[in-house]
């Protein structure tokens, strides 16, 4: 709270500054020149803008933050001294000096406080708290205003100018007093120096969509409400009929009551109506109320419409729009924030003014324009302002997004540039080796290299003396899809046993041309190397016209192997997934598929996987559940598709079957994916059944990582969220009523299965989040959440909070991720599910009530600790349960009562 | 001391450094593979140059480490003996001998990598606890490299 505190009493003490300032500066130009020379004195403080602005920035960029503003408030504050004694002294130049110097510099003071303001808060406290400091700059602008009004006739205008002086020099100590001992980037000079600042700032931000859009929106803002208060003053001076009484009057009451109503909407309004629809939207208050306005101007120029105009621009501009504006800065890097934030708030918009100006000159003098046309211009600008905000709000999120973003690199990518680091010939050096150890190496670097020289080598490996080296040589070749190696590949299939090399080799052969791939699958038929003949065969029986010796061939060796011993049966196994299916070979197969060892068994599955026969469907399904031929069932089953999901769903509908296929159906269901299968998952969740569950929504979200367009059904799955959610507050709720039992061995335990299960329901709720949103987003928020940095977790929340907008899940999960305590926690679940905290027997007894088992076991270990005579009932009944661990451990307590 | 249940089995083995990290319902399932050992005072737990075929929690009692006779050191209740001897086959460097009547809780290897195989949660965190263990012994290492190594666990 403090440094809220101090920020806006800078700002208060800022903005009654500037106030004075501005008014003792035109007092006492008015007072010795002709107000004629304003518009050329205007001219001259835009262009010393341009000049002086480039000397803050390089200054800027030598000093950290925090200095840089105690310093510029403390030389400003002197200067201003020094300004004082010169009207004092009655030098001639010092009314213009002052002008110029409050023109130029003016802009700066609450500049600096919201760049230290953003730089001190994450985006969720900004979110909170830059209101507050909001609300000290309009209260600032009030008293400083008042207090010129009221003591400088009394005191005279440029007495007025020491007090000014005193609240720089108070706002120089309040900068100091906020950055001692915090952050780096307060603390720290940004490590990069431009030479010419001004123009690398505007470069950073032409190439910075984000920043681009803030600068057209700072541009279009300006430009519109220079109109305004143009077309104000007109309407006024024409209403009034040039009574300078009656127009003073109208704009000390006019500002008077603006400001008050600005400031008990920002009082009231302004925050809660961030909370409700973020930054992004809350911009558009402004414009959209001052498009009224102008359009009321456009059919007439009454005095009614002009107050409407002006009033929303001055009403809305210093309260709402500010706070929101600057809240746009909050998820920018501190170090490309610190480079361009000045510039933009003094060069963009001191920019703007002068295109404004241009703009009215260009419309009075050159094309006598009226009120009404002068409205056509800014609903011109004020339109062109609305489309930039509706952009920048997707990019506020694009930005917040970038700034939580994991970025993995994959072994691919690691090893493609750990290929191309090395020297050129060196992968060429290493497929030469005389060490097959050295050559293994650089035939795997070389499936990532794009060396062609290296491609050509690998052919001659395939007749490398190192199995290891010709193996992998074959692997790198198919992988590449290498040309012109069917020579050596030929020769490869003669001297290699492994299955799955030869079918590398034959699929590569096939991949090179028909002719070549028919003719080496011909020769090999007379090969003495039966399994490889009978490979050779069962690929020419894919073909329409193969040789009848083809068949008669890969027959024989079937037959005879699969009456052979385990390794030959394996190889039958192998060969008849080669083949089109033909009955009696599908018996084999299914016989195979039977067989006591592990191994003929694996090659069985995976034939049967390839060959897809519908009888062979129940039987790998049962397969599932055995972890020895765990990877190998779920392929194979994966590769029946859509002919599986009954039986798949089946297996995980049934409350009797071995948890084991439960969880490997859900995985399988998840390799398949479409819409049958996310049925089946997503009515598994629907279930509240906790066996598979994690498995469950891992299948999910494999489906929609590998087919991001895929439609899971948003109405089931923020049902689903609701009911995730509202289980996290539960288990929230049920631990606060263990808080003075967690002493003991087995309460503590319990209180840890708990917190398991909130952080169990939390990431449910992400991994469903994923199933509406983009799922990688979903990870981030969720991994940055619980991150350590407090930057990264704001960022993540307000990530999450302005991408939720319109979701009835976000008033549900926010409070869940963001209250760091759990009295927060129980305060949400009570708002919005009336829960309350129980004391220990009821949790207890709730919990053995409840269907999850494990914390049924918890519970029930925990009550019988504690003899908790009331539960004794439900435990006994436990003991007859079919779990056998909630079983043994019901026993276990029934003996203890 | 009398046989401990399941979920006994398992708040014990929450003390034990290499499962501490790991989830109550994960500790369920090592429970539900550890066995309850009782040894009497001078019994042999592991032989000088012998494998070390399990890992050994103790429950209640000591186990002292002899080498060439000389008591090297002793472990206590909720200590362990044969962390690494879950990963890796070689002999052991001392003799493990209960040095008063002594419960232990074993966990053999290959039931634990069958149980490893079975739940790849478990795994996963186990390596989380793996690699947390062996960065704090490389940071105590380059924090303080002359300090001499503690007896292993």
């Not at chain 1, 209260?139 to 205003?145: K, R, S, T």
């Not at chain 1, 890097?333 to 361009?340: E, G, I, K, W, Y």
């Amino acid at each position: 709270m403090r440094p809220t505190l101090l920020l806006a009493l800078f700002l208060l003490m800022g903005m009654a500054a500037v106030i004075c300032l501005k008014a003792v500066s035109d007092a006492v130009f008015l007072s010795e020149f002709d107000a004629r020379l304003l518009p050329y004195v205007d001219l001259v403080v835009t262009l010393l803008v341009g000049v002086l602005i480039n000397y803050y920035l390089s200054w800027s960029g030598r000093l950290a933050l925090g200095s840089l503003v105690s310093k510029t408030q403390t030389v400003l504050a002197a200067s201003i001294l020094v300004l004082w004694l010169l009207l004092w002294a009655n030098f001639t130049w010092a009314p213009i000096l002052l002008y110029l110097w409050v023109g130029v510099f003016a802009i700066l003071i609450p500049s600096q406080v919201w760049s230290l303001s953003a730089a001190t808060f994450t985006t969720r406290q900004a979110k909170r708290l830059f209101t507050v400091i909001g609300a000290g700059g309009i209260l600032g602008a009030a008293v400083g205003g008042s207090f010129t009004g009221f003591f400088g006739p009394r005191i005279g205008a440029a007495s007025v100018l020491p007090v000014a002086a005193g609240l720089l020099f108070g706002g120089s100590w309040i900068a100091r007093a906020i950055t001692k001992g915090k952050r780096q980037d307060l603390t720290s000079p940004s490590p990069e120096k431009a030479k010419a600042p001004i123009l690398d700032s505007a470069r950073l931000v032409s190439i910075n969509r984000y920043l681009l859009l803030i600068a057209l929106a700072v541009i279009a803002s300006t430009v519109v409400g220079t109109l305004v208060k143009y077309q104000f003053k007109a309407v006024a001076q024409a209403y009034f009929e040039a009574d300078r009484d009656g127009l003073a009057s109208f704009g000390g009451y006019f500002y008077g009551y603006v400001s008050v109503i600005s400031f008990l909407f920002h009082a009231t309004l302004s925050s809660r109506i961030l909370r409700w629809i973020g930054p992004s939207f809350a911009l558009f208050v402004l414009p959209l109320a001052m498009l009224s306005g102008v359009v009321g101007l456009l059919f007439s120029a009454s005095i009614f419409a002009a107050i409407w105009a002006r009033g929303a621009d001055q009403g809305f501009r210093h309260s709402i729009d500010r706070a929101s504006s600057e809240l746009l800065w909050v998820p920018v890097a501190s170090d490309l924030r610190n480079r361009v934030k000045s510039f933009m708030d003094i060069v963009v918009s001191r920019g703007a003014d002068g295109l404004a100006s241009l703009i009215l000159i260009a419309l009075l003098y050159l094309g006598d324009a009226t009120i009404q046309h002068i409205s056509w211009a800014s609903l011109i600008f004020l339109l062109a302002w609305l489309l930039v905000l509706w952009t920048l709000r997707g990019e506020y999120i694009q930005t917040l997004r970038t700034t939580i973003e994991r970025r993995d690199i994959s072994a691919e990518q690691l090893l493609q540039r750990l290929a191309a680091s090395g020297p050129s010939n060196e992968l060429e050096t290493g497929l030469a080796s005389s060490d097959a150890q050295d050559v293994e190496v650089a035939v795997g670097l070389a499936q990532f290299s794009n060396a062609k020289a290296a491609q050509s080598q690998l052919a001659s490996l395939l007749v490398h003396e190192s199995e290891a080296v010709r193996r992998k040589a074959m692997t790198t070749i198919a992988s590449l899809q290498a040309e012109g190696c069917e020579r050596e590949v030929a020769a490869f299939l003669r001297l290699e046993t492994d299955f799955d090399s030869r079918q590398r080799a034959f699929d590569y052969l096939d991949l090179q041309g028909s002719v070549i791939a028919r003719e080496t699958e011909e020769s090999l038929l007379q090969q003495p190397d039966q399994p490889l003949a009978a490979m050779a065969a069962a690929r020419l029986m894919k073909r329409s016209d193969y040789p009848s010796q083809a068949d008669s061939l890969f027959q024989n060796v079937v037959v005879a192997f699969s009456e052979g011993g385990p390794a030959e049966q394996v190889q039958a196994a192998q060969l008849l997934g080669l083949a089109p299916i033909k009955q009696h070979r599908s018996d084999i197969l299914s016989a195979l598929l039977d067989s006591p060892e592990p191994e003929v068994v694996r090659a069985a599955i995976r034939s049967t996987g390839a060959l897809r026969q519908t009888e062979d469907l129940p039987k790998l399904i049962l397969l599932l559940s055995e972890r020895r031929y765990g990877t190998d069932t779920r392929q194979a089953v994966t590769a029946y598709g859509e002919q599986a999901i009954a039986a798949l769903s089946a297996a995980l509908r049934d409350d009797s079957a071995a948890p084991r296929l439960q969880r490997q159906s859900a995985r399988v269901l998840g390799s398949i994916g479409g819409r049958l299968a996310t049925q089946s998952l997503l009515a598994h969740l629907r279930r509240s059944r906790e066996i598979a569950r994690p498995d469950v929504l891992r299948a999910l979200g494999r489906i929609r990582d590998k087919t991001p367009d895929h439609d899971f059904n948003n109405e089931v799955v923020n049902l689903l969220l609701q009911s995730v959610l509202r289980r996290f507050y539960e288990t929230v709720t049920l631990s606060a009523g263990m808080r003075d039992e967690a002493h003991a061995p087995a309460a503590k335990f319990l209180a840890l299965a708990l917190r398991e299960r909130q952080d169990r329901w939390l990431n449910e709720a992400f991994v469903l989040l994923g199933l509406i949103y983009p799922q990688r987003e979903m990870r981030d928020a969720h991994h940055r959440i619980q991150s350590g940095r407090r930057d990264l977790r704001a960022n993540a929340l307000e990530f999450l909070d302005s991408r939720l907008i319109g979701s009835d899940i976000r008033a549900v999960l926010l409070p869940a991720v963001e209250e760091q305590t759990n009295r927060g926690i129980l305060e949400a679940g009570k708002r919005l599910f009336q829960l309350d905290p129980v004391p220990y027997s009821s949790v207890l007894r709730r919990l053995l009530d409840t269907s999850d088992v494990w914390l049924q076991v918890c519970a029930c270990h925990a009550a019988a600790e504690s003899r908790q005579t009331a539960c004794h009932a439900k435990i006994t009944e436990l003991t007859r349960h079919a779990d056998p661990l909630l079983r043994e451990t019901a026993l276990a307590a029934s003996a203890r009562f | 001391m009398e046989q401990l249940t399941t979920l006994d089995r398992a708040i014990r083995l929450q003390k034990v450094e290499l499962f501490s990290d790991l989830e109550t319902e994960m500790l369920a399932l090592l429970a539900s593979i550890a066995q309850q050992i009782d040894l009497k005072k001078g019994e042999t737990v592991v032989e000088e140059g012998n494998p070390i075929p399990a890992l050994y929690t103790v429950l209640d009692g000591e186990i002292e480490m002899r080498r060439g006779g000389l008591v090297i050191y002793s472990i206590g209740a909720n200590e362990t003996l044969g962390n690494w001897a879950l990963f890796d086959r070689e002999p052991s460097v001392v003799t493990a001998v209960a040095a008063q009547d002594t419960d232990l809780l074993r966990i053999d290897r290959e039931e634990f990598f069958e149980l490893l195989a079975d739940h790849s949660a478990v795994t996963r965190e186990l390596f989380q606890a793996l690699f947390k263990r062996v960065r704090s012994i490389l940071s105590a290492g380059i924090e303080s490299p002359t300090d001499s190594a503690t007896p292993p666990s």
